[in-house]
T-cell receptor
């Protein structure tokens, strides 16, 4: 169990640029989640996958956001035409998907849009 | 919207004291989970209590659940400086499924020497 890995750890970008984050979940976990967290708040759900299928997307996920998990392993989250309001910590988590199984989080990617 | 609301928002205690934080939620649940987050890091799962359980212990942690009041509490006994972190409760928005986990706003705990 090597844990959930997220890259990059930090990303600074200019408004209007596109950014992509990567998440490598724990290998035997078939559920993968993306959350966004702003300072002083709890994580807010964005989307989750069961294997390669994207099962739910939050209304927070505007059409500028897209997430993929092409082979049911790693996942990418892309933000197009970034805005200053996108500045946040983006957290990835994985789980086995069983009802009482906990989420295992990565250390997040902190995005700063200037 | 947040499913859970933690109380207090911030708590400052001295090392060796006990810390109690509370969580209220809105809908019926199958389980309630507590997570810890150190500054700038991801969340770490601490403990899960099922809806048919009233109390659970893990080391220095004690969690209670009152489904009639839709509330839970987390007690950390004999706190240490290393317990300084934010603590979140979380529930599944759709009971009976392992869908998205919804987090509260958190309690920021500061333990001083």
């Amino acid at each position: 169990d090597t844990g959930v890995s997220q890259n990059p750890r930090h990303k600074i970008t200019k408004r209007g640029q596109n950014v992509t984050f990567r998440c490598d979940p724990i290998s035997e976990h078939n559920r993968l989640y993306w959350y966004r967290q702003t300072l002083g708040q709890g994580p807010e759900f964005l989307t989750y996958f069961q294997n390669e299928a994207q099962l739910e997307k939050s209304r927070l996920l505007s059409d500028r956001f897209s997430a993929e998990r092409p082979k049911g392993s790693f996942s990418t989250l892309e933000i197009q035409r970034t805005e200053q309001g996108d500045s946040a910590m983006y957290l990835c988590a994985s789980s086995t998907g069983y009802l009482n199984s906990p989420l295992h989080f990565g250390n997040g990617t902190r995005l700063t849009v200037t | 919207s947040q499913q859970g609301e933690e109380d207090p928002q911030a708590l400052s205690i001295q090392e060796g004291e006990n810390a109690t934080m509370n969580c209220s939620y809105k809908t019926s649940i199958n389980n309630l989970q507590w997570y810890r987050q150190n500054s700038g890091r991801g969340l770490v799962h601490l403990i899960l209590i099922r809806s048919n359980e009233r109390e659970k212990h893990s080391g220095r942690l004690r969690v209670t659940l009152d489904t009639s009041k839709k509330s839970s509490s987390l007690l950390i006994t004999a706190s240490r400086a290393a317990d300084t972190a934010s603590y979140f409760c979380a529930t599944h928005r759709d009971p009976g499924t392992a869908s998205k986990l919804t987090f509260g706003t958190g309690t920021r705990l500061q333990v001083t020497l």
